[in-house]
């Protein structure tokens, strides 16, 4: 019961989920993702994470730059020590997200997740937090090797971290993003 990769990976064996990178010195531009994991005892940034065999980290912090909606993960392999030279300056662990394809035939999904049913009817409170999110994938029209998929999130808290010792929602205190992911897949010749 969980979203987002991070939080799949920092499920396993091996893997600390560190908190927040507040505690480094980072750039006020900076906005790495949150929470950091630690692989085999090792640093934040020995950790390699790619997209599809491709490298997501900032070169400057050595953080995950990615940010890969639900509705495009096919698959999440994590190597925590054993792995090749291949993936250079990356020491304690690797995490390879794999992204969805589409199929033969045309197909969607949309999901919404919200707090906005809670109230006083059934005594609990409403921090206005909601999901959106919708996928669509098959194959390219007039093409018979070639599929795409598309994914998109997008995210809306009017209270981003709700506090059990204020009554109500916190002023100030929302936040919303977007997150989309698309892919095309096929042969050529």
Known sequence: PTRGYIGIVAQNAG??????????QVGATERPNSPVLVVRGGRPDEVGYYVDGFSQQDLQ?????????????????????GFS??????????????????G????????????NLAGDWINTPSYDQNLYAATLGGPVLGSGSWRYHVAAERGWCRDQSPSPLASGRLPQNSNGSWLWNGKVSGRLG
């Open 104 to 115: 033969d035939r045309t197909s969607g999904s949309f999901e919404v997740v919200t707090d």
């Open 61 to 81: 912090t050595g953080l995950t730059t990615a940010t890969v909606p639900n509705g495009s993960l096919s698959e999440i392999v994590i190597l925590p020590g």
């Open 15 to 24: 893997v600390v989920n560190f908190g927040s990178y507040n505690s480094f």
């Open 85 to 102: 030279a291949e993936y250079g300056r990356n020491l304690s662990g690797i995490v390879n997200i794999v992204t969805k394809e589409g």
